[in-house]
């Protein structure tokens, strides 16, 4: 039996309740074959498939609080710190009703291999809780958030772990937790990205991952002698990541024709009209039906079904496993020349599987989603020296990373006879990075 396929059995017995984190684990060591292959001795005498798959240290607390009528509330909490090998753990925290355990160590996980092809110097982790911010008031959100970083604050710091916003988490929710930090630690440091920008935060943070999507897809398809100069996108999701995909796909000259929610899905044939979309879902913080009833090209559609719209590039922004082989068929069915992954793991196995196989360019959320997490970096390095750069400067580095992330991709898939393969190119550049310092620190 492979190396590969004997630690895919030990984490599957370990993690058999666990079907996301164990997803994410089979997909990365799948693809990592040809560079695990040809290193075997020495990364199993180092142990360093078992030690990449096992958290540093994994936190699981009660997070209680007081609702607006005066009852008592308790939710989980968790904190996952992945591995450190490059740098302080950093990832974002989910609040939404499905985080568990597992579903924490799969961000995290894929985190490690995210964060080093940045090309920066911070490791793996993430956190969150089953917490649901939909529906609470402001009062009780701080309620939460205070309670959740009172406990959080003891594993935290500016170099052990640097948490960020994720999905349920943006910038109100950050605040209230800085101030949390803040007040019972003493100390004023970049202990949290995604701040405001009137306390440490950096200016492209809010459009990063968005924006950071397009950079590399506009790389991706000048390798291939395209453009995105008149391109039809399908865009799912109507979060933060799907918005500035939107902006920054109509600014490189493409137009996005479909954005998504929990509940329904938008096809607007005249192209999505960004600030509608920000004035529905940033500031009313409503349902797509609002964007509809505003925009009479707009149709909105109960239920799923983005991916059935006819397109030249797929970007999944939602959530993991939101693209499916039926799915996957239609967009091949449509001609879809490229999919690139907003969110973490929006793909499901079968379906990228399928996409790679019919030709379409295939980026993984790993590498294409990077842009935030870049500039969370970005910003830790900013509120390290006490500076705020322009936007100018911070999205022309942003920019740099992306087209950076791109041609390491390629480059690791082109070394290891795997060419246009890019879900396995990322995880291989990503991989070596961490494998070359995991093995210059020893046993740790």
Same mark, same amino acid.
């Given at each position: 039996?492979?190396?590969?396929?004997?630690?895919?059995?030990?984490?599957?017995?370990?993690?058999?309740?666990?079907?996301?984190?164990?997803?994410?684990?089979?997909?990365?060591?799948?693809?990592?074959?040809?560079?695990?292959?040809?290193?075997?001795?020495?990364?199993?005498?180092?142990?360093?498939?078992?030690?990449?798959?096992?958290?540093?240290?994994?936190?699981?607390?009660?997070?209680?609080?007081?609702?607006?009528?005066?009852?008592?509330?308790? +939710?989980?909490?968790?904190?996952?710190?992945? +591995?450190?090998?490059?740098?302080?753990?950093?990832?974002?925290?989910?609040?939404?009703?499905?985080?568990?355990?597992?579903?924490?160590?799969?961000?995290?996980?894929?985190?490690?291999?995210?964060?080093?092809?940045?090309?920066?110097?911070?490791?793996?982790?993430?956190?969150?809780?089953?917490?649901?911010?939909?529906?609470?008031?402001?009062?009780?959100?701080?309620?939460?958030?205070?309670?959740?970083?009172?406990?959080?604050?003891?594993?935290?710091?500016?170099?052990?772990?640097?948490?960020?916003?994720?999905?349920?988490?943006?910038?109100?929710?950050?605040?209230?937790?800085?101030?949390?930090?803040?007040?019972?630690?003493?100390?004023?440091?970049?202990?949290?990205?995604?701040?405001?920008?009137?306390?440490?935060?950096?200016?492209?943070?809010?459009?990063?991952?968005?924006?950071?999507?397009?950079?590399?897809?506009?790389?991706?398809?000048?390798?291939?002698?395209?453009?995105?100069?008149?391109?039809?996108?399908?865009?799912?999701?109507?979060?933060?990541?799907?918005?500035?995909?939107?902006?920054?796909?109509?600014?490189?000259?493409?137009?996005?024709?479909?954005?998504?929610?929990?509940?329904?899905?938008?096809?607007?044939?005249?192209?999505?009209?960004?600030?509608?979309?920000?004035?529905?879902?940033?500031?009313?913080?409503?349902?797509?039906?609002?964007?509809?009833?505003?925009?009479?090209?707009?149709?909105?559609?109960?239920?799923?079904?983005?991916?059935?719209?006819?397109?030249?590039?797929?970007?999944?922004?939602?959530?993991?496993?939101?693209?499916?082989?039926?799915?996957?068929?239609?967009?091949?069915?449509?001609?879809?020349?490229?999919?690139?992954?907003?969110?973490?793991?929006?793909?499901?196995?079968?379906?990228?599987?399928?996409?790679?196989?019919?030709?379409?360019?295939?980026?993984?959320?790993?590498?294409?989603?990077?842009?935030?997490?870049?500039?969370?970096?970005?910003?830790?390095?900013? +509120?390290?020296?006490?500076?705020?750069?322009?936007?100018?400067?911070?999205?022309?580095?942003?920019?740099?990373?992306?087209?950076?992330?791109?041609?390491?991709?390629?480059?690791?898939?082109?070394?290891?006879?795997?060419?246009?393969?890019?879900?396995?190119?990322?995880?291989?550049?990503?991989?070596?990075?961490?494998?070359?310092?995991?093995?210059?620190?020893?046993?740790?």
């Amino acid at each position: 039996m492979s190396y590969v396929d004997e630690v895919l059995e030990i984490v599957q017995k370990k993690n058999a309740d666990q079907p996301e984190f164990l997803q994410a684990v089979t997909e990365v060591l799948d693809s990592l074959r040809p560079c695990i292959d040809a290193n075997e001795e020495l990364y199993r005498k180092n142990a360093i498939l078992e030690r990449i798959t096992e958290p540093d240290r994994q936190f699981m607390f009660r997070v209680p609080w007081v609702d607006d009528k005066g009852q008592v509330q308790v +939710n989980r909490g968790f904190r996952v710190q992945f +591995n450190n090998a490059i740098g302080p753990y950093k990832g974002g925290l989910r609040l939404h009703p499905s985080v568990n355990l597992g579903i924490i160590k799969f961000l995290g996980f894929e985190q490690i291999f995210k964060n080093s092809l940045t090309t920066l110097p911070i490791g793996g982790g993430k956190g969150g809780s089953d917490f649901d911010p939909k529906g609470k008031s402001d009062r009780e959100i701080m309620a939460f958030c205070q309670s959740f970083m009172t406990e959080l604050c003891k594993y935290i710091g500016a170099d052990v772990d640097v948490p960020a916003g994720d999905i349920g988490t943006g910038a109100r929710e950050i605040g209230f937790m800085f101030g949390q930090y803040k007040r019972i630690r003493g100390m004023y440091e970049g202990v949290l990205t995604g701040k405001g920008l009137t306390y440490g935060g950096s200016l492209v943070r809010t459009e990063a991952t968005g924006y950071g999507l397009l950079y590399l897809t506009q790389e991706l398809l000048k390798c291939h002698g395209e453009s995105m100069e008149g391109k039809t996108v399908c865009v799912s999701g109507a979060g933060n990541v799907a918005i500035y995909a939107i902006q920054k796909a109509h600014q490189l000259g493409a137009k996005c024709v479909t954005c998504s929610d929990s509940t329904g899905w938008i096809y607007d044939p005249e192209g999505i009209d960004v600030a509608l979309l920000k004035e529905v879902k940033e500031v009313k913080r409503a349902r797509l039906t609002e964007y509809a009833a505003a925009r009479p090209s707009a149709q909105y559609h109960e239920g799923r079904g983005v991916w059935q719209i006819k397109c030249d590039i797929a970007l999944p922004c939602a959530t993991q496993n939101e693209l499916l082989l039926d799915d996957a068929k239609q967009l091949v069915a449509n001609g879809c020349k490229a999919v690139c992954e907003g969110a973490n793991m929006p793909t499901t196995l079968d379906a990228t599987k399928y996409l790679q196989e019919n030709g379409v360019w295939f980026v993984g959320g790993k590498a294409a989603n990077a842009g935030g997490v870049a500039t969370s970096a970005l910003e830790m390095s900013q +509120n390290s020296e006490r500076l705020s750069w322009t936007f100018e400067e911070v999205d022309a580095k942003l920019q740099n990373i992306m087209v950076t992330i791109y041609h390491n991709i390629d480059d690791a898939a082109k070394r290891y006879g795997v060419e246009g393969d890019y879900v396995a190119g990322a995880n291989i550049a990503g991989f070596e990075k961490v494998v070359e310092a995991m093995l210059a620190q020893g046993v740790c």
